[in-house]
């Protein structure tokens, strides 16, 4: 700590900080533009001029850029001297200048940046009279709107999308004054982390395409924290409503997870709650009660009931699913491949001889192994983490060679330029993360176990060692070892992504084997979907054994719990349990499962419904309503305890809703696997203040008006038992509950730069406590050292089937998942799907690129027909579809067929 | 004193580039020779720290503590490089034009020892793109000096080696800025960068790097074969060296020509330019080219040097002149440099950005007879809010300078266009 003087005021602070940073992070106000908590500063706006005197007898003193001043053990700086103040208004008139002060038609007006700090420079008074700068905007594709006359030249954009997410397709072009921020020619942004650009951006020059067909002012929106559903992992963002409709996704900081960003899956993909597939209504259709009798006397009398949860449902919905149909009746409904690779997944963190890392961990990694994880497609924002790590060691290198601080971004990256630490990868296929890579490697699965298994045994010889490696595999073994060993932080990724169980243990034994030779080593392993984890942890039965009941007539009732099973398992299987005489059905969305329920009953999506889901590390994350669901819809586990109810005290009247709190307190009790899940967020009443959370800003309109057209009295506010969380404009938002924040704001500062206020420090933790709760992953058994326990010998290599094809699957950010893929902006992302053949398979089958093949995968009625696309690296008898499409399932693999096409 | 002109006296009557063979005849060459077999690289440093050469780019900043200011190789091994700022866009100035194309061996010579001293592995030349004629004499003397040896591989049989290669500049005139040039040669936008580090320490490619003018290193092999004492006494004053010096303006013979250090701005005007046109009288003179304050009659006998210049509220900038007389508008005069200025900006900070287009509006708008007080106002407003230290770089500070100058000297012309409402010279 240091004594810095701002204004002869006496303040202790943080070394190694910039000024800037530091007046933040105590609150102070002085505005901003260029500089960024995660982009650090640049000193280009010139907007964060202060003056800072040699010492007490200086009282001359010159004007610096807080930005590029490094706090110091008794400097003395002042804020309010004249000059400063002046240069600071001078520098809002420039900017200014140019700006076409269409506040009133721009999106971004209630929340922007630049509005703020003019106000905050009481730069007032436009004494130009001279023509605007004007340019011909871009269209950049679905996700982002583009105005460039708005455009005040602060380069956040440019540096956040080529040097922070290494896209390549946007920069700063032309000079002068008239810099533009776009593409060379006009086209959709490529980078998956375009949205971004939108909350870079400090005013309306980049704005959310989406929100812009219901656009509505920030201010008449109704918000509530939510977590994304995108992926495995959980990325906290803010949902936003209006008159029943979801109108966009934010970002909200999470310092162990996303912290400041959001990849385009998770920030556009939330249309969905808003299709015309949505189910409102029960069906067939019928009154509420008449239903839920129904569902009733469908439970009580059946004999044999199959419970089919979801890794897309919550903890809350799975788990009382499975105390309505018993532990022995309920089934993960996932493809058993797959449920079982999630349970190894689980079991490794469980175990925890290695402690997993977080998001934020990750970027502090120096040296990575990354085994056969796609990132960018099957959990993006990991491969923007990646992204920084791979900075981590020249940077650090920078710093202690040339006392380059780290948040003096533009020289840290003239000292480190292209240098980048070491990143070895192996896939089954080329993917965007070879790019950063110190080397990459494509091979079969089993090569790649083989692989990290050599690794893991050059880092440990107790590990196996592997016989019979090709020299090329065998030498990078030997450097990824070595890399990870002169790291400090090392990491391993994995995941479950090519259903590989040796992929997975191998993984796991060069963690184990960094560990044992003491390496401050972390594992990271990402699973298929949101709550994937979550529903492994209630130790689901094999799906395998729900079909033999199913098909042998052993079961009469199957209840689905927001599972659109067919794109989980394989056709036969699916088929085999949704024929069983019964159904009983709860969703969101129209789909195979519903459409053949006995009932049907609507289930509420994320943005209507409160919960709890795990994500790939084993964070327990709260979500709330943003809104009251639409038509008769409710939580999944709503319906579940009202079934619960009556199943449970025969033909007495149903027990009314608990509250969420209320079955958190039993799921700890009952599982213990979840204790600790209920300090994810507060319940109600606890911690928050007793008035409640405000979902609506406090200049929220038409309270009194909305619901006129329906009835001219005031319309009661709901309750919702569930939060602290209240439908109203009334509360107050304390920042200490860090987990029930509904937005970011605090007086002066109405853009998401409010975020720094919500702040331990700048950067830092969220005031209060950090979100969420961590229930694994971190090591508790085995200390370092210890003997490390490793598969009993190397796996086997791959072998290519004697005829036709292994069917793989090729992740897909855009159309892969299954409720993002609903969402128009997403579905118009989608790239065109194809099968992916090896370069001499499909010289064998006389193939070029693009030209159609029918592929047959075993025990599906249909074939496929697909455009044909050469993968180089791809090993031969390993053909690749694309997640999702056609109900292929990603979490499967089967044996295929190519029969010529019919074109 | 010494009375000669090293960097000029061999170049050839007829304007034409001297070849390697006529270079050599005229001692070209020799201080490479003798350098690279006599001497180590530490002591050509010191030699041209005691020569107290200093940078005839316009800083003045002393070249051999610029060299002493590496990294040394030793801590950081791996290439190192020399680079040539050839990349002469100050409005007024042309004066490595006239070295370039003269004597480009001259040049090569002295990249030779500097490369040597700062044991760089490869050199870059670069060049002002509209520098045509300038860019194809240097490049076939490159290839003369390739060719014999003199470049490439183990120099002059020494263990030395240096790759040079020319890089012609894409034309901004922020490529100057020596941190702009190197961004430009890495392929990026040429927007300067904060120091530290220096490009001493990270420069081109984050490697060790010093960027000098084609002037200052010009002057190098005459260093090396001469001794500082010799140098120093070409010069009137405490610094030494003889400089190029350019008068442009309504003189009667504008031109450059190779002076002691500390020439009077009289001598240089009245006797080498042979003074103001008939008709015409001297009202004022920016003394380094476009970006330096206006001097006037008051200053005539100032010895031009870096220390004098500065004394009488200027910079000695390149030492060439661009004179106003009496019948030149000075506000559209400081119109079109502002112009200039704004239109070179690279756009990265705010005030250059933004303010100096403004301020070129202003002034076409009082020129026009259009303008007001309140303009007026509003530009010396900014002579204050536009400074080092507040601006990223020197290049909006520079464009000030004439600004805040003119200001001083010539409000009254201000005053009169916005009375008459018309310009008074039109």
Known sequence: MVTIYIDGVAFEVAEGKNLLETCQSLGINVPYFCWHPKLHSVGACRQCAVKQFRDQNDTRGRIVMSCMAPVADGMRVSITDPEAVAFRKGVGEWLMLNHPHDCPICDEGGECHLQDMIVMTRHNYRRTTFPKRTYNNQNLGPFIHQEMNRCIQCYRCVRFYKDYAGGDDFDALSSHDSVFFGREKPGTLESPFSGNLIEMCPTGVFTDKTYKQHYIRKWDLQQAPSICTGCSLGCNTFAAERYGTLRRIRNRFNHEVNGYFLCDRGRFGYEQVNAETRIRNIQPETGR???????????????????????????????????????????????????????????????????????????????????????????????????????????????????????????????????????????????????????????????????????????????PAVEGLDEE????????????????????????????????????????????????????????????????????????????????????????????????????????????????????????????????????????????????????????????????????WKWLQEFDAAGNSGNAPPQLAR???????????????????????????????????????????????????????????????????????????????????????????????????????????????????????????????????????????????????????????????????????????????????????????????????????????????LPLKRIEGLADGIILLPAGFENWSAGRTAPARIEPGDE | MIEARPLTEAMRPDGLALSLEEYEKAGGYRAARKMLKEMAPEEVVSLVKDAGLMGRGGAGFLTGLKWSLTSPAGESPGPRFLIANGDEMEPGTFKDRYLMEGNPHQLIEGMICA???????????????????????????????????????????????????????????????????????????????????????????????????????????????????????????????????????????????ELPMGTTIRETIFEHAGGMLDGYSFRGVLPGGGSTDFLVEQHLDTPMDYENIQKAGSRFGTATMIVLDDRACPVGFVGNLMKFFAQQSCGWCTPCREGLPWLARLLFRIDRGEGSEEDIEILAEHTSKIWIGKTYCALAPGAIEPLQSALTYFRDDFTQHVQQKRCPWS
């Open chain 1, 473 to 636: 595999t065998a030498a990078l073994a030997g450097s990824a070892a070595r890399a990870l060993l002169a790291a400090e932080k090392p990491l391993v990724v994995s995941g479950t992504s090519l259903l590989s169980e040796a992929v997975l243990e191998a993984a796991a034994a060069v963690a184990r084997a960094l560990r044992a030779r003491d390496k401050e080593v972390r594992q990271f392993f990402v699973v298929p979907e949101q709550n994937s984890m979550g529903l492994a942890m209630l130790s689901p039965r094999p799906l395998g054994e729900a079909v033999e009941r199913a098909g042998a007539g052993k079961a009469d009732l199957v209840i689905v719990v927001e599972n659109d099973l067919a794109r989980r398992c394989s056709e036969s299987d699916a088929e085999a349990i949704l024929s069983v005489a019964n159904l009983l059905v709860m969703d969101t969305h129209q789909n195979a499962a519903t459409d053949r329920a006995e009932l049907a009953l609507p289930a509420s999506s994320f943005a209507e419904a409160s919960g709890t889901v795990v994500n790939n590390e084993g964070r327990a994350q709260r979500f709330f309503r943003v809104m009251e669901p639409l038509g008769l819809a409710q939580e999944s």
């Open chain 2, 115 to 257: 490369a040597f001293a700062i044991r760089a592995t490869d050199a870059f030349i670069f060049i002002r793109d509209h520098y045509f004629e300038a860019q194809e004499r240097v490049r076939r003397a490159i290839a003369e000096a390739y060719a014999k040896g003199y470049l490439g591989k183990r120099i002059f049989g020494s263990d030395y080696s240096l790759e040079l290669h020319f890089h012609g500049s894409a034309g901004r005139y922020i490529c100057g800025e020596e941190t702009a040039l190197i961004s430009a040669l890495e392929g990026a936008r040429p927007v300067p960068r904060s120091k530290p580090p220096f490009p001493g320490v990270a420069g081109l490619f984050g490697r060790p790097t010093v960027v000098n003018n084609v002037e200052t290193l010009c002057n190098v092999p005459h260093i090396v074969e001469n001794g500082p004492v010799w140098f120093r006494d070409l010069s009137r004053t405490a610094q030494g060296g003889t400089k190029i010096f350019g008068v442009s303006g309504r003189v009667k013979k504008p031109g450059l020509w």
């Open chain 1, 289 to 463: 009660e008449e239903a839920l009798e129904k569902a009733r006397s469908l439970i009580r009398n059946a004999a044999s009931v199959i419970g089919i949860g979801s890794p897309r449902a919550s903890v809350e919905s799975n788990f009382l699913l499975r105390r309505l149909v018993g532990q022995e009746n309920f089934y993960a409904g996932v493809d058993p491949r797959e449920e079982a690779l999630v349970e190894r997944v689980h079991s490794i963190l469980e175990e925890g001889a290695v402690d997993s890392a977080s998001l934020q961990e990750i970027e502090q990694c120096d040296a990575v192994l990354v085994l056969g994880e796609d990132p960018v497609n099957s959990a993006p924002m990991l491969e923007l983490a990646l992204r920084q790590a791979v900075r981590r060691a020249p940077v650090g290198e920078a710093r202690g060679r040339l006392g380059i601080p780290e948040w003096d971004d533009k020289a840290q990256r003239v000292v480190v330029q292209k240098a980048k630490g070491p990143l070895y990868s192996a896939n089954l296929y080329p993917i965007s993360i070879d790019r950063i890579a110190t080397a990459a490697l494509h091979r079969a699965p089993e090569d790649i176990a083989r692989f990290a298994t050599a690794v893991a045994h050059v880092i440990d010889p107790a590990a």
């Open chain 1, 659 to 865: 509250t969420l709190d209320a079955l958190l307190d039993e799921i700890e009790a009952e599982e213990p696997a979840f204790a600790g899940i209920k300090r994810a967020a507060p319940g109600p009443g606890r911690g928050a203040p007793a008035a409640g959370i405000p979902r609506q800003s406090f200049r929220y309109s038409g309270r009194t008006a909305i619901h006129a057209a329906e009835d001219i009295r005031e319309h009661r506010v709901h309750d919702d038992s569930d939060s602290p969380l209240r439908y109203s404009m009334e509360g107050r938002v304390d920042p200490a509950d860090a987990a029930l924040v509904p937005e970011y704001w605090v007086p002066g500062w109405n853009s998401v730069q409010a975020l720094n206020r919500f702040q331990e420090e700048v950067g830092g933790p969220l005031r209060g406590s950090n979100p969420g709760a961590l229930l694994l992953g971190r090591s508790r058994k085995v200390g370092a050292g210890s003997a490390a326990a490793y598969p009993a010998k190397a796996p086997g290599g791959y072998v290519r089937r004697k005829e036709g094809y292994l069917a793989c699957t090729y992740q897909r950010i855009f159309g892969g998942e299954e409720l993002s893929s609903r969402s128009a902006a997403i579905a118009a992302r989608a790239e065109d799907p194809y099968v992916g053949v090896s370069l001499s398979d499909a010289d064998a089958l006389g193939r070029r690129d693009g030209e159609m093949v029918m592929v047959r995968v075993e025990g599906e009625s249909k074939a496929r027909k």
